[in-house]
């Protein structure tokens, strides 16, 4: 598999990537055990780049990738989203947000449900009207030890 420099701080991904939106929502019923061995396949192959968000399943899908890469989180470059957040009893209900205490309790959500300590990159959905990214992007993790960024 081919790979690519993501950015100028030497992070390299699989230049084919496997976005996993549609394993948990959107197109029809999904199918948990036939997505992780989708996923478990596509890093088989040399894919590393896996793409998901807080808001895919109301947190569905990053339970979903976090069982799929359980002991091979090396492997893998997993980039989540956050920032459309969704009505407690009406999912087709939807708003935005980049408020810094929100953007917080959405990375630390992120990353109980994909039962990781860090995640790489984290980006925001959809800008909040209002919210300054300088702000949002304050809110970042640090990087582990000797990670590139």
């Known amino acids: 598999m081919e790979h690519r420099t993501l950015g100028t701080q030497g992070l390299e991904v699989s230049a084919i990537g496997l976005g ?11 199918d948990d055990s036939e997505s992780i061995a989708t996923i478990q396949r596509a890093l088989d192959e040399g894919l590393s780049f896996l793409d998901t968000a807080d808001m895919y399943g ?13 002991g091979r989180r090396d492997e893998v470059v997993l980039a989540t989203k956050f920032g459309i957040v969704r009505d407690a009893e009406d999912s087709s209900i939807r708003g935005v947000s980049g408020r810094p ?3 917080k ?16 990159p984290q980006r925001v959905s959809s800008r909040s009207h209002g919210s300054w990214l300088r702000v949002t992007t304050s809110c970042r993790f640090p990087a582990p030890s000797g990670s590139p960024i």
Request: proline share 0%; net charge negative.
């Open 20 to 30: 996993c939106m549609g394993m948990s929502e959107f197109y029809g019923e999904g």
């Open 58 to 70: 109301s947190g569905a899908n990053e339970r979903l990738v976090g069982r799929a890469i359980a």
């Open 101 to 103: 205490e929100y953007v």
């Open 105 to 120: 309790e959405a990375c630390d959500a992120s990353l109980a449900r994909l039962g990781l300590d860090h995640m790489t």
